[in-house]
Every structure is written in C-alpha cells, then in structure tokens.
C-alpha cells in the first residue's frame, strides 16, 4: 500500500473521506478511498465547531472529587498514558528523564476516572482520590455502577 498516496487521496476528498482494506488472510491487497454516504457536506458545522473548541477554563465544578498523582508512584516521561488519555488535557508532564512525574491542573480535570483507568501502575500507588489511596468501589459509586 502507498500510503503517502492514500493520505492524498482522502486529503482530497475531505472530513468525510473513509479508507477500506481489502486484507485476506491478513495480507493487505487492495484499498478503496471514498466518501462516507453518511455525512452531509452541505450542512455547515463552522458555529457548532466554533463553540466546540471554546471550552471552559475552568471545569473543576464539574469534579466531585479531587484528583492528585503521587510523585513517587508515578512512572514520568517513561509511561504518560495518563496524560495521553485524558480527555479534557488536564494532566500535564513535570520536568525529564529520571525523577518527572505527571501533575494534574485541578482547575481542567472534570473527575472522569479515565487517569486510574488507563494507570499502567496499580493506580493505587499513584492516583489520589481525595487525598486516599483509590478504592475500585468509589468509581462504582460514583457512576451508579
């Protein structure tokens, strides 16, 4: 597959362009560049992307709780995926190499959980709920599960 090509292809074609594979047996054939039926060009979407883009500076309202990453627990530049995960941006990496460690910007986080989620560490050595050690049966609670 010509990729450069490929990504010329649905460059040209816009937002709404699809790419298909044809794998048999997992061995890549022959692609298909298109248009995807679903989505209407005609609509114009500038304000709804507009407002999108304009988010709060400050969402803390929106968090129940307090998060905060232990230092000590957490990996630095070696891991990250908190930071990459997180949906609103919040986490933010703290220094390099040995010794940086990720921080949360309480003002950005919205309490979603997806940081202890997505912790490669026990979670409990690193992500703070309250200033505690994270219970499993607190995110349960807290989305009524």
């Given at each position: 597959?010509?990729?450069?090509?490929?990504?010329?292809?649905?460059?040209?074609i816009?937002?709404?362009a699809?790419?298909?594979?044809?794998?048999?047996?997992?061995k890549?054939?022959r692609?298909?560049v298109f248009?995807?039926?679903?989505?209407?060009p005609?609509?114009h979407?500038?304000?709804?992307?507009?407002?999108?883009?304009?988010?709060?500076?400050?969402?803390?309202?929106?968090?129940?709780?307090?998060?905060?990453i232990?230092?000590?627990?957490?990996?630095?530049?070696?891991?990250?995926?908190?930071a990459?995960?997180?949906p609103?941006?919040?986490?933010?990496?703290m220094?390099k190499?040995?010794?940086?460690?990720?921080?949360?910007?309480?003002?950005?986080c919205?309490?979603c959980?997806?940081?202890?989620?997505?912790c490669?560490?026990?979670?409990?050595?690193?992500?703070?709920v309250?200033?505690?050690?994270?219970?499993?049966t607190?995110?349960?609670k807290?989305?009524?599960?």
């Amino acid at each position: 597959i010509d990729t450069p090509r490929v990504l010329s292809e649905m460059a040209d074609i816009g937002p709404e362009a699809r790419l298909f594979l044809y794998r048999p047996e997992g061995k890549v054939i022959r692609y298909e560049v298109f248009q995807d039926p679903r989505v209407c060009p005609e609509i114009h979407r500038g304000a709804v992307i507009e407002n999108l883009q304009e988010k709060p500076k400050d969402v803390s309202g929106w968090c129940t709780h307090e998060f905060f990453i232990d230092i000590k627990g957490c990996l630095g530049d070696e891991c990250g995926r908190c930071a990459i995960m997180c949906p609103e941006n919040a986490i933010h990496l703290m220094g390099k190499g040995k010794g940086s460690f990720h921080e949360i910007d309480p003002l950005a986080c919205k309490g979603c959980f997806i940081c202890w989620v997505e912790c490669v560490r026990t979670a409990a050595d690193c992500i703070l709920v309250d200033g505690k050690t994270f219970d499993p049966t607190m995110r349960a609670k807290h989305f009524g599960e």
